[in-house]
């Protein structure tokens, strides 16, 4: 089975930046368009959405408080997905995980492929 890991996350201050990636062991799917998403969890909070990416289309999507600051996008040479992260925030603080689904969606259930997940600490 297709296997997703995540990198990158670490301790920044507000205001900094990280990128990570998620590489995926093979192709994740065959179909000619899926959606690669990072996901994030918070402290005391449920799972959430952050950023889609539906390939084939190239559309992009990203939940309100992310907006112009992150930045979701795919090398399909390299099969890794990344989410570039922007004038971070101590309420970005989290674990943040990748995902593969057949459709893009903001709901958990839409994602089989999970990846382990990748800490992201902001500091004020």
């Known amino acids: 089975q297709v296997q997703l890991a995540e990198s990158g996350g670490g301790s920044v201050q507000a205001g900094g930046s990280l990128t990570l990636s998620c590489a995926a062991s093979e192709y994740t799917r065959t179909d000619a368009s899926y959606c690669l998403a990072w996901f994030r969890q918070r402290p005391g909070s449920m799972r959430e959405g952050v950023a889609l990416f539906e390939t084939g289309v190239r559309r992009t999507y990203y939940t309100e408080s992310v907006k112009g600051r992150f930045n979701i996008s795919q090398d399909y040479a390299k099969n890794t997905l990344y989410l570039q992260m922007n004038n971070l925030q101590p309420e970005d603080t989290a674990m943040y995980y990748c995902?593969?689904?057949?459709?893009?969606?903001?709901?958990?259930?839409?994602?089989?492929?999970w990846g382990q997940g990748t800490q992201v600490t902001v500091s004020s």
């Open positions: 995902a593969t689904g057949r459709g893009c969606t903001w709901s958990l259930g839409g994602y089989n492929i």
